[in-house]
């Protein structure tokens, strides 16, 4: 069945440095790629989307990138900051599919 | 605009009781979905409501079930619960449905089973 996988389950970086998370995917039909962050206590909150027309996708300090030929996609946050901290999901989906697949999740650590 | 409500925050159950979490999504959204998080499997879907209907289902048994009113709420029952059944079980709603667009998570509900 669909499968996501999601590399590393934990990372520490620097303060100030980048951090990058990677996501394959099993199911080629897959046109829906979204990355949610999840603070301790909370509910996942999504942080930035990418759709299967377009390869890569920048806000502020975060970035996505999507290979649609090697079915992977990468979450790069540079600058890391103290509040980048928390465990985040990538996530997989197709139109008209009404199911998601998430990955297991990164725990990102952001050392002073 | 209020956000995704979760009740109970936590339960302690003990094995074999069944316990009904319920979900108020965010006004004018008609989908619902429901997630299941441990710390070794990460989110995993459970179903998805639309307009009272359920859409698609996750690979958990049959004692994991659920419905949707007509004012959107949603309520997940798991029946004969089992030590394994202990997770964070959140819910969560969007205009559409699960498939491409955002997802607005409550902050969950906390089960013991003990």
């Known amino acids: 069945g669909e499968n996501v996988e999601q590399h590393p389950s934990t990372l520490s970086v620097q303060e100030g440095d980048s951090a990058v998370i990677k996501c394959t995917y099993s199911?080629?039909?897959?046109?829906?790629f979204p990355w949610y962050k999840q603070e301790l206590g909370k509910g996942p909150q999504l942080i930035i989307d990418?759709?299967?027309?377009?390869g890569e996708k920048k806000d502020q300090r975060i970035a996505v990138t999507l290979n649609k030929t090697a079915k992977h996609f990468s979450l790069h946050i540079t600058e890391t900051q103290p509040e980048d901290s928390a465990v985040y999901f990538c996530?997989?989906?197709?139109?008209?599919?009404?199911?998601?697949?998430f990955g297991k999740g990164t725990r990102l650590h952001i050392l002073p | 605009k209020a956000g995704v409500t979760q009740t109970p925050r936590y339960l302690i159950k003990t094995r074999g009781q069944q316990v009904t979490l319920s979900c108020s999504p965010i006004?004018?959204?008609?989908?619902v979905s429901w997630y299941q998080q441990t710390p070794g499997q990460g989110l995993q879907f459970l179903f998805e409501?639309?307009?009272?209907?359920?859409?698609n289902k996750g690979n958990f048994p049959g004692r994991f079930s659920g419905r949707q009113f007509s004012n959107s709420r949603s309520e997940m029952n798991v029946s004969t619960l089992e030590l394994g059944d202990s997770a964070l079980y959140l819910c969560?709603?969007?205009?559409?449905?699960?498939?491409?667009?955002?997802?607005?998570f409550g902050s969950g509900t906390q089960l013991s089973v003990l």
């Open positions: 969560a709603s969007s205009l559409g449905g699960v498939s491409s667009e955002k997802l607005f």
């Open positions: 199911d080629s039909a897959s046109n829906y």
């Open positions: 990418i759709r299967s027309n377009v």
């Open positions: 996530a997989a989906s197709r139109d008209r599919d009404d199911k998601i697949i």
């Open positions: 006004s004018g959204h008609r989908s």
């Open positions: 409501y639309f307009s009272e209907t359920q859409r």
